[in-house]
């Protein structure tokens, strides 16, 4: 399969794609001033959550018109607490330690221009920012159908040294599409069904359906369910649910955050053809285009940050090297 590295500004870069080029998007764009990548142009640090929210507007602006007209997105997006300084983020945010300028580690080095986030949004001290849904009532409200709220429910988080509200456990995955109707493989990543007749036939949701099934003041749906499911499970997959339950998986050479393979995945399975198209205009350590790669698909990755496009192509390259293509 080939993979197609861009090294630049991702609102500039997505300007040579043509229209319609890409079947879907698979992306995790900054968090909203939670991490310093130390690199002038980066995003993620603008001033006010309405400039950020602006801002992205316009990146997924430019994402739809490069997407099929059945294409999807996937957007993973983190909040916020309103007041908090960089380095604090689910006790896992902080300044990339990979991050480098003239060979100068900015690990330690202050974030220029302080993030405000209070002025002018009506936030308090301590207000969760509500950064995902903002976000996606905007983009929205721009020209993409909001398909679904997909709960990222993490096994492995980082703690959080807090007593007066829970432990952030989970993050958003919004699947948004460019038209009412889009290409979507259910099958393809559907879930062993569960056995609901604990205890053999006669019991579980057998016993329920047979119950209030077609002949007993009932409906034929749960007639037909209860002679689905009589003779214990049935061996069948169901419509995969809302809340995909993925462990993080860090990569050894990445000093920031990166996707788990596996919640990457099921995007791609259900809403890129084999053969097709991802794009990904966040790169990073390049998750989207490995696991595209994985699946047959073409890749297409944009990275500010030179040093990032190269360690994504390391590492595609190391998982399938007699297989891949760089473009």
Same mark, same amino acid.
């Given at each position: 399969?080939?993979?197609?590295?861009? *090294?630049?500004? $991702?609102?500039?870069?997505?300007?040579?794609?043509?229209? +319609?080029?890409?079947? $879907?998007?698979?992306? @995790?764009?900054?968090?909203? &001033?939670?991490?310093?990548?130390?690199?002038?142009?980066?995003?993620?640090?603008?001033?006010?959550?309405?400039?950020?929210?602006?801002?992205?507007?316009?990146? /997924?602006?430019?994402?739809?018109?490069?997407?099929?007209?059945? &294409?999807?997105?996937?957007?993973?997006?983190?909040? @916020?607490?309103?007041?908090?300084?960089?380095?604090?983020?689910?006790?896992?945010? /902080?300044?990339?330690?990979?991050?480098?300028?003239?060979?100068?580690?900015?690990?330690?080095?202050? =974030?220029?221009?302080?993030?405000?986030?209070?002025? +002018?949004?009506?936030?308090?001290?301590?207000?969760?920012? &509500?950064?995902?849904?903002?976000?996606? %009532?905007?983009?929205?409200?721009?020209?993409?159908?909001?398909?679904?709220?997909?709960?990222?429910?993490?096994?492995?988080?980082?703690?959080?040294?807090? =007593?007066?509200? $829970?432990?952030?456990?989970?993050?958003?995955? /919004?699947?948004?599409?460019?038209?009412?109707?889009?290409?979507?493989?259910?099958?393809?990543?559907?879930?062993? @069904?569960?056995?609901?007749?604990? &205890?053999?036939?006669?019991?579980?949701?057998? !016993? =329920?359906?047979?119950?209030?099934?077609?002949?007993?003041?009932?409906?034929?749906?749960?007639? #037909?369910?209860?002679?689905?499911?009589?003779?214990? !499970?049935? +061996?069948?997959?169901?419509?995969?649910?809302?809340?995909?339950?993925?462990? *993080?998986?860090?990569?050894?050479?990445?000093?920031?955050?990166? %996707?788990?393979?596996?919640?990457?995945?099921?995007?791609?399975?259900?809403?890129?053809?084999?053969? +097709?198209?991802?794009?990904?205009? /966040?790169?990073?350590?390049?998750?989207?285009?490995?696991? #595209?790669?994985?699946?047959?698909?073409?890749?297409?990755?944009?990275?500010? !940050?030179?040093?990032? #496009?190269?360690?994504?192509?390391?590492?595609?390259?190391?998982?399938?090297?007699? %297989? =891949?293509?760089?473009?």
């Amino acid at each position: 399969m080939v993979v197609r590295l861009i *090294t630049g500004d $991702c609102r500039e870069m997505m300007r040579e794609l043509a229209d +319609g080029s890409v079947h $879907c998007v698979v992306t @995790s764009p900054p968090y909203w &001033g939670l991490r310093d990548y130390g690199i002038a142009g980066q995003l993620g640090l603008e001033s006010s959550l309405a400039e950020y929210i602006e801002t992205m507007v316009s990146v /997924f602006r430019e994402v739809r018109r490069v997407l099929r007209k059945d &294409g999807t997105l996937w957007l993973n997006i983190g909040d @916020s607490y309103a007041g908090q300084p960089i380095g604090s983020f689910n006790g896992g945010g /902080f300044k990339d330690r990979s991050a480098q300028t003239r060979g100068r580690d900015l690990s330690g080095v202050a =974030t220029s221009g302080a993030i405000d986030k209070l002025g +002018g949004s009506g936030l308090k001290p301590k207000d969760l920012c &509500g950064v995902p849904w903002r976000l996606a %009532f905007a983009l929205q409200a721009d020209g993409w159908w909001l398909r679904q709220d997909i709960i990222w429910s993490k096994l492995n988080l980082m703690p959080e040294s807090v =007593t007066d509200r $829970c432990t952030k456990a989970h993050e958003y995955i /919004f699947l948004m599409s460019k038209n009412a109707k889009y290409y979507y493989d259910a099958k393809a990543i559907a879930e062993q @069904s569960q056995d609901w007749s604990v &205890g053999g036939p006669g019991t579980g949701i057998a !016993n =329920t359906a047979e119950r209030y099934g077609a002949g007993n003041g009932g409906n034929a749906g749960l007639a #037909a369910l209860a002679e689905r499911y009589k003779g214990g !499970n049935s +061996g069948e997959t169901r419509n995969k649910r809302s809340v995909w339950t993925v462990p *993080t998986t860090p990569y050894s050479e990445a000093h920031f955050a990166t %996707f788990p393979p596996a919640l990457i995945k099921p995007c791609i399975l259900a809403g890129c053809p084999k053969g +097709g198209t991802v794009l990904d205009p /966040f790169a990073g350590a390049g998750t989207t285009g490995l696991v #595209a790669d994985r699946l047959e698909r073409d890749a297409v990755l944009i990275e500010l !940050n030179p040093d990032y #496009a190269a360690m994504a192509q390391r590492r595609i390259k190391d998982d399938a090297p007699l %297989f =891949t293509t760089f473009a």
